[in-house]
């Protein structure tokens, strides 16, 4: 007699948070073991510039294709992946619950909820300093994450460490 057994559906976590939040830090520390796509990691393939507005549309596309083509093929392999953007706005997650969902995955969202003076502390820090601009624009179009856009459930972090 064979198993019925069955794994469970693939989990596709989507990181919410503003520039400088910990997102990153967060997905390599409690997120390791799954497969990381990376915006930050997209840009710097196409350019040295942390943030290049003219590139977006490709580097969104690039993640598109490569969730796409991930998804895919998780039926065959078991693996949760994880998208490392600032998905700030419920239109920009659509896209990744459309795609989970037909693919038979479970969207999840993990929201990296940072304050902005903390964000910005952190960007300092960085080697590659992204636009203060760019992070108060994304804090102020932010929209946190609920079950009601089609997550399955919704992961709060709350980060007021430096």
């Known amino acids: 007699m ?51 507005e003219p590139l977006q549309p490709v580097v969104v596309e690039l993640e598109h294709t490569i969730l796409e083509r991930l998804l895919a ?3 065959s392999r078991f693996n949760d992946i994880v998208v490392d953007a600032t998905s700030v706005t419920r239109e920009r997650r ?16 993990v929201f990296i909820q940072t304050p902005l003076e903390v964000a910005l ?12 601009s760019v992070i108060y624009r994304m804090h102020q179009i932010l929209e946190p994450p609920s079950r009601d856009e089609g997550f399955e459930y919704v992961i709060t972090v709350v980060d007021f460490s430096v």
Not at 96 to 104: D, P, Q, T
């Open 73 to 75: 093929g998780v039926n």
């Open 2 to 52: 064979q198993s019925q057994w069955r794994r469970p559906p693939v989990k596709l976590y989507v990181l919410v948070g503003i520039p400088g939040s910990g997102k990153t830090t967060y997905a390599r520390k409690y997120l390791a073991d799954k497969w990381r796509v990376s915006m930050d990691d997209l840009r710097f393939m196409l350019s040295v510039e942390p943030y290049a």
């Open 121 to 132: 502390a952190r960007n300092r820090q960085r080697a590659n300093v992204i636009p203060e």
């Open 94 to 109: 659509r896209r990744y619950i459309e795609l989970a969902r037909k693919y038979g995955a479970r969207p999840v969202a």
